[in-house]
């Protein structure tokens, strides 16, 4: 007889719906709910967004089934699951965090009939960012807030947002958090933002050119923190580099004071950040239009270049490194002084 009375499996809409009404329940937290019914109700939410996860991931015997991913997300987002979901994370216990994590971050990848319809729904709900941007403040939320924040910028309008907000100022300060794991996770979404989406990073940084290179030179290629100098030089290089940027890297290799920092970065005692700082100094030795006070200043300081140069090598052979310190030294040997 018993077997007659099985529950049915239940659906991913199901799942969803559920978890809805628990996050609801617990998100209102009732002051008259005894302790040991809300404790319940929390133990069979962990339980809902483990079987999310599941559905989403597969789990050792299964790979994930589309159809069931798509109802799955179907239903999130016709709601405010997700808005529920991250307002709730501080009430959760580590797992369930990392859980919930997990499934916020593939929902942003995942297509319903060829739309990411995640993207559809942050558009209408683009506040929710700036919780998570904000997670960075606090050392127990950051991680998973960040998580969540780096695969939520995978969609353009909601990097854009996140570019033209408030809170980008704030990514200066984040980097230099002094939670190692905290400051490496804000320099990972930092890094994405500037580089993922080319056409609104180089719209962003044409807007904001003056103060967001003060903050740049002054917090980061100038900090006290020989990591925080090592990344910071090595992403100025991949956007100067970059050629939706051109516009940026003219102005940049035009400013006296750029190169005064970029100098004083050839001449650190780690090897990694002179590298990164001779890919970012062959820019302003490479500019056909340089400016009177850059010429004047490499011409003052040509000896000193050309000797640092003349010994100047990588860890492994790299002909295109050679090939671009050679026609570097010729540039600067080859200058004369502006009338």
């Known amino acids: 007889m018993k077997g007659l009375f099985k529950s049915k499996p239940k659906t991913p809409a199901d799942l969803v719906r559920q978890t809805r009404d628990l996050l609801i329940f617990i998100d209102r937290g009732a002051p008259d709910t005894k302790e040991s019914k809300r404790d319940d109700k929390m133990v069979e939410l962990s339980k809902l967004i483990r079987d999310l996860k599941q559905v989403l991931y597969g789990h050792s015997e299964s790979e994930p089934v589309a159809d069931s991913c798509a109802q799955l997300t179907q239903e999130f987002f016709k709601e405010n699951t997700l808005r529920l979901l991250i307002i709730c994370l501080p009430k959760f216990n580590l797992e369930t965090r990392k859980d919930a994590t997990q499934v916020v971050a593939n929902l942003q990848r995942q297509q319903v009939q060829s739309r990411l319809i995640a993207c559809d729904y942050l558009e209408k709900n683009i506040d929710l960012m700036d919780i998570l941007i904000l997670g960075y403040e606090n050392s127990d939320l950051a991680l998973h807030y960040g998580t969540m924040l780096r695969e939520c910028i995978r969609h353009q309008s909601v990097a854009r947002y996140v570019l033209e907000s408030e809170h980008m100022k704030k990514f200066f300060d984040f980097i230099q958090l002094p939670n190692f794991d905290i400051a490496s996770d804000a320099a990972a979404t930092f890094k994405e933002l500037m580089t993922r989406h080319k056409s609104t990073v180089a719209a962003f940084l044409l807007k904001n050119y003056d103060w967001f290179f003060a903050e740049y030179n002054s917090k980061l290629l100038e900090s006290t923190n ?9 992403l100025l290089g991949d956007i100067l580099l ?28 780690s ?13 302003f030795a490479a500019n056909q239009n340089k400016p009177s006070d850059i010429v004047g200043i490499l011409l003052t300081n040509r000896n000193k270049l050309l000797r640092l140069f003349a010994d100047f090598k990588t860890e492994k052979e790299d002909e295109q490194f050679e090939a671009d310190k050679a026609q570097v030294v010729r540039e600067i040997a080859a200058l004369e002084p502006k009338e």
């Open 242 to 269: 970059d050629r939706s940027n051109s516009a940026v890297m003219t102005r940049y290799v035009s400013s006296r004071d750029n190169l005064r920092i970029l100098m004083t970065l050839l001449r650190e005692s």
């Open 226 to 234: 020989y990591i925080t100098r090592r990344q910071a030089i090595k």
């Open 271 to 283: 090897k990694s950040i002179q590298i990164e700082a001779f890919h970012v100094f062959k820019l």
